[in-house]
């Protein structure tokens, strides 16, 4: 069965869409229709969602399930009125956090956001740039100021893995492909060799990689399952003589490829000022 599932902010909604996605991904054999309504401030606003939430219910024939991070305990009233499972973040959290700190919750609505620094937010943009100006082996020559630099095949999620770390984490992240014609006498160009301590390997499953492939440029060589096979070996051979550390990431979401970046390369955070 496919239930409905809506995550209501007064706020951009994802904070509720990663708690409660967090929480979803443990009921795999289940399928969930996700909604999410941000922004969600005034009483106005709130009959609206309740509506959208009621009419869910009386289609689906069962209730939806409303994770919700709305601050104003006035609007989160109302909105317990809807048809609907609610699991409430806030009210879960703050009535605990004020017993244990003895003091009351000031209620402010976008206090997350007031906490950011506005220098850390600058530099996690430039981080984004960099990435971007960065991608695919584009150029080798600001290597000297990357955090760290991703090497693998072409299509095995070094790009997106680049991006998620500078949006996320503010980290400086270039990226560079070993190509077919590599391939031959395959070793680290003189670039990445002067910057080893940045450097982690992404690898992949070759039959996945050919079904990436394919969908990009089909029956080519460039997508056949003999090239991908030969490419995979002789890259995760480099990264073994080498040793570099290197991660498959054929299973694993760029979330999860990331964070196990982080651990092994000793990144983070408080490394970057974010």
Do not use: W
Not at 31 to 36: C, D, I, W, Y
Not at 95 to 122: N, R
Not at 168 to 185: R, S
Not at 257 to 268: D, F, H, M
């Amino acid at each position: 069965m496919k239930r409905t599932v809506f995550y209501i902010s007064d706020r951009t909604g994802i904070t509720a869409e990663a708690l409660g996605q967090a929480l979803l991904t443990q009921f795999d054999e289940l399928e969930f229709e996700e909604t999410t309504i941000p922004f969600i401030d005034t009483k106005e606003k709130v009959i609206k969602a309740v509506e959208q939430i009621n009419a869910a219910s009386k289609r689906d024939g069962v209730r939806p399930i409303i994770f919700d991070t709305i601050v104003r305990p006035e609007l989160r009233q109302l909105l317990k009125q809807a048809d609907g499972m609610t699991l409430d973040f806030f009210h879960t959290f703050i009535g605990p956090l004020e017993d244990e700190l003895d003091t009351k919750s000031s209620f402010s609505v976008g206090k997350v956001h007031a906490l950011q620094d506005v220098h850390a937010y600058d530099h996690r943009i430039d981080a984004v740039n960099f990435s971007l100006n960065n991608d695919d082996g584009a150029t080798t020559r600001n290597y000297k100021d990357a955090d760290l630099i991703i090497i693998g095949v072409s299509r095995c999620g070094k790009t997106p893995t680049s991006l998620y770390l500078a949006m996320q984490f503010g980290l400086k992240v270039a990226n560079y492909p070993f190509v077919a014609e590599d391939m031959d006498n395959l070793k680290l160009p003189h670039e990445l060799a002067k910057h080893k301590g940045k450097l982690f390997g992404l690898t992949i499953f070759p039959e996945r990689l050919h079904d990436i492939r394919t969908e990009r440029r089909a029956n080519s060589q460039y997508a056949s399952l003999p090239q991908c096979k030969m490419e995979v070996r002789a890259v995760e051979a480099l990264f073994r003589r080498e040793k570099i550390a290197f991660l498959n990431a054929t299973t694993r979401s760029i979330e999860e490829i990331s964070t196990k970046i982080l651990v092994k390369c000793n990144l983070g955070r408080h490394a970057t000022g974010i």
